[in-house]
């Protein structure tokens, strides 16, 4: 099992350039998650989906698209980057008792 | 407006001594997740507390959570070096589409 996977590892864009981050996971979750991770903070989320086909806004959606593409894919879409988006990126998705499986995560970089 | 706070945000100590990790949170939930986070890396599942009154250890690392107070502690057992990392307490707000709202994290090192 490779648990939660995400590509790429490393990315740098210029502001207005977009680009998509991939997740999947083979742990049979319904539940993915979509969060960044700022210097000197926890984690905040972007967006959630409870099972395939189904996307829903979280605390901080503005400037992000998702899709879930089945059951192990969540896409995460920057349209047009800006600078306030450079993060860490991680994906999650939920295990039975409600915890959170991580990926290892995307640095992203916006100049 | 649901705030998750922990205190301290960053803890020194020696080895072999004992100390507490709290977070408190503002709004009523009744699932709390700690989380581990090594430099770099990404966040390892520590403790899952699912009622009031839980209590969960594992090595030299003791959870509790206190829903009436709206806190839960991460009690650390004569520290090692290995326990230096970031730890994060997550509170469920969403439900059942278990929605996080995660503290700042505790910066723990443990000094030899």
């Known amino acids: 099992n490779a648990g939660v996977t995400q590509t790429p590892k490393f990315q740098v864009l210029k502001t207005g350039q977009s680009m998509t981050l991939q997740c999947a996971q083979d742990?049979?979750?319904?539940?993915m998650y979509w969060y960044r991770q700022d210097p000197g903070m926890g984690l905040r989320l972007i967006y959630y989906?409870?099972?395939?086909?189904?996307?829903d806004k979280g605390e901080v959606p503005n400037g992000y698209n998702v899709s879930r593409l089945n059951k192990r894919e969540f896409s995460l879409r920057l349209e047009s980057a800006a600078p306030s988006q450079t993060s860490v990126y991680f994906c999650?998705?939920?295990?039975?008792?409600?915890?959170?499986?991580f990926g290892p995560g995307t640095r992203l970089t916006v100049t | 407006e649901l705030k998750v706070e922990q205190n301290p945000l960053f803890l020194s100590m020696q080895e072999g001594k004992n100390y507490t990790i709290y977070c408190n949170y503002s709004?009523?939930?009744?699932?709390l997740y700690w989380y581990r986070q090594d430099p770099g890396k990404s966040l390892e599942s520590l403790f899952v507390?699912?009622?009031?009154?839980a209590v969960k250890q594992e090595g030299r690392l003791m959870a509790s959570l206190d829903t009436k107070a709206r806190l839960s502690t991460l009690h650390i057992t004569a520290a090692v070096h290995d326990l230096s990392a970031t730890y994060f307490c997550?509170?469920?707000?969403?439900?059942?589409?278990?929605?996080?709202?995660f503290g700042t994290g505790t910066l723990l090192a443990v000094q030899p």
């Open positions: 999650a998705s939920r295990g039975t008792r409600g915890e959170q499986y």
């Open positions: 742990m049979n979750h319904n539940s």
């Open positions: 989906s409870a099972s395939e086909g189904t996307t």
């Open positions: 709004t009523t939930s009744d699932r």
């Open positions: 507390l699912l009622s009031n009154g």
């Open positions: 997550a509170v469920n707000y969403g439900g059942a589409t278990n929605k996080l709202i």
